[in-house]
């Protein structure tokens, strides 16, 4: 095995980090080996997983490297052979070094963001790292993801002017705001464990969006 690794990223906080770290991680974790690194010292997506139900178990192994703040890409590449899929939870801020160490073993970045203005303007700033970074890591690709998305309308005018002044690409499937991902961290679940189909549907067809580019 050769994992690939997918770090989830944002200097804004709030946009959905966790949320779609772990979801993700748990899902793909039913038909690979995963595993879920969890960077941020607040330790949510820790305690996300460990909340589970002993019938209802984390389907991807985790760990926490929140303490580890230099050369965290060599720590993560002891973990590459024995895994499919390496998710890693980012903190929110950019400037301590985490995202940046962990950037240079990474396969993709994925960026969630709010379309809303404010949450896009503050998106912006990680674009300089990745573009650096990948002059030393040639394989690092990069993606928007919109979350928390309101199912009464399409995403604003606005908000699709501003995701096209990025230098990447979104994926296709955006998130909605659904209170099933809000039960999932409840109870250390997935969406999956949820009676909530337009959830799975969307998380499934992000992950074959993952997939396909990986
Ligand atoms: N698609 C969604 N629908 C409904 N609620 C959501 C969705 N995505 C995230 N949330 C909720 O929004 C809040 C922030 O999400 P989350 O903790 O995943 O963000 P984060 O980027 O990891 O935050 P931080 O920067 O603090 O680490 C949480 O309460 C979470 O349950
Ligand atoms: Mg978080």
Redesign the pocket.
């Known amino acids: 095995m050769n994992a690939k690794v997918i770090l989830v990223t944002?200097q804004?906080?709030?946009?959905?980090?966790?949320?779609?770290a772990v979801n993700l991680a748990g899902v793909i974790g039913i038909n690979s080996k995963v595993l879920l690194i969890d960077g941020?010292p607040?330790g949510?997506a820790s305690r996300w997983a460990v909340s589970c139900s002993d019938d209802k178990p984390f389907l991807a192994a985790v760990m926490s490297l929140a303490n580890v703040t230099d050369k965290v890409n060599r720590e993560i590449k002891k973990y590459l052979a024995d895994y499919d899929y390496i998710f890693i939870?980012c903190?929110?801020a950019i400037d301590n070094n985490f995202t940046a160490s962990a950037l240079l073993i990474a396969d993709l970045a994925l960026i969630?963001v709010i379309p809303s203005p404010t949450d896009l303007w503050a998106a912006l700033g990680i674009q300089k790292l990745i573009r650096n970074t990948s002059e030393i890591n040639e394989k690092l690709q990069a993606r928007l993801v919109a979350?928390?998305c309101q199912s009464n309308a399409t995403i604003s005018k606005e908000a699709l002017e501003l995701i096209n002044e990025f230098e990447y690409e979104k994926f296709e499937t955006n998130?909605?705001?659904?209170?099933a991902?809000?039960q999932a961290?409840a109870f250390g679940g997935t969406v999956m464990d949820l009676d909530n189909p337009k959830a799975k549907l969307e998380i499934t067809a992000l992950i074959n969006e993952i997939k396909k580019i990986l």
Do not use: E, F, V
């Open positions: 944002n804004k906080g709030g946009c959905g980090k966790t949320t779609l941020d607040q949510s939870d903190p929110p969630p979350n928390m998130i909605y705001q659904r209170t991902y809000r961290a």
